[in-house]
């Protein structure tokens, strides 16, 4: 196996993500495409590990696993209060910083 | 000394899950239900797990299915389900100028690319590779990645405090 086809693997993965980030109004949608941005690098830091022979890339691809889910659950938090006060979750709406 | 064989296999395994998950993630970012973009997320992790086990990580193979597709996609579910008031197709996912995003994740893969093949070109894996057993990564966890252990702790700790302050009702 090449080193390349998971590491090209890991980069249509972050940028399908980012897309998504960027076209989606949805902020549940918005948090599923950054799970998608997080697996591509969990992809990456794998392929090298097993490449440079070490185990850190699984320890920092355990972090990164835990981090997304803290992530998602103070994201989701979020989302819901987000709801509850004005009844929509799309992230176009929250307006009230813009000068 | 790994068959030949072995490693068309390999590679046949690699490329079927990888093309599953790229058709995947771009129905997650593409489709018009927000269930059905978890349900294609749910593909999209499984792939992940799968090619962790091609890249001889099983421990984190077995955490991502634990952790992403057992408690993340549950969280996403019930955060949909509390959210919308309707379940089922919506044309208001997307913003109004959602095709921005075609030209900077287009540029952004070129860039990718080219720079991946100029960097590592046609590298080999190591074919003879021993499967990193659990053993070996928590001596790493808890021997020389300690303290970021304990500084993740506390993360969890504070996302958890910060979940249920932001979300209950008072």
Known sequence: MLLNQFLILGAILFCIGVYGVIARKNAVLVLMSIELILNSVNINLLAFSLRNGSTDGHTFALYVIAIAAAEVGVGLAMVLLMYRNRRSVGLDELSEMKG | ?170
Do not use: C
């Open chain 2, 1 to 170: 000394m790994i068959a030949a064989d072995l490693l068309v296999a390999q590679n046949v395994g690699f490329y079927l899950i990888a093309a599953i998950m790229v058709f995947g993630a771009f129905r997650v970012v593409t489709t018009n239900n927000v269930v059905h973009a978890a349900l294609w997320l749910v593909v999209v992790l499984a792939g992940a797990a799968a090619q962790y086990v091609l890249l001889a990580a099983e421990f984190v193979a077995i955490t991502q299915v634990l952790v992403y597709i057992g408690a993340v996609m549950v969280l996403f579910l019930f955060g949909t389900m509390l959210t919308r008031a309707k379940i089922g197709t919506d044309s208001e996912l997307n913003n109004k100028n959602w095709f921005m995003g075609i030209p900077v994740s287009v540029l952004l893969l070129a860039t990718l690319v080219i720079a991946l093949n100029d960097g590592f070109g046609d590298e080999q894996l190591p074919t003879d590779a021993a499967v990193t057993t659990t053993q070996q990564v928590s001596d790493q966890i808890f021997g020389p990645y300690l303290l970021p252990f304990w500084a993740l702790s506390f993360v969890l700790l504070a996302a958890t405090i910060g979940a249920i302050v932001l979300a209950r009702r008072d």
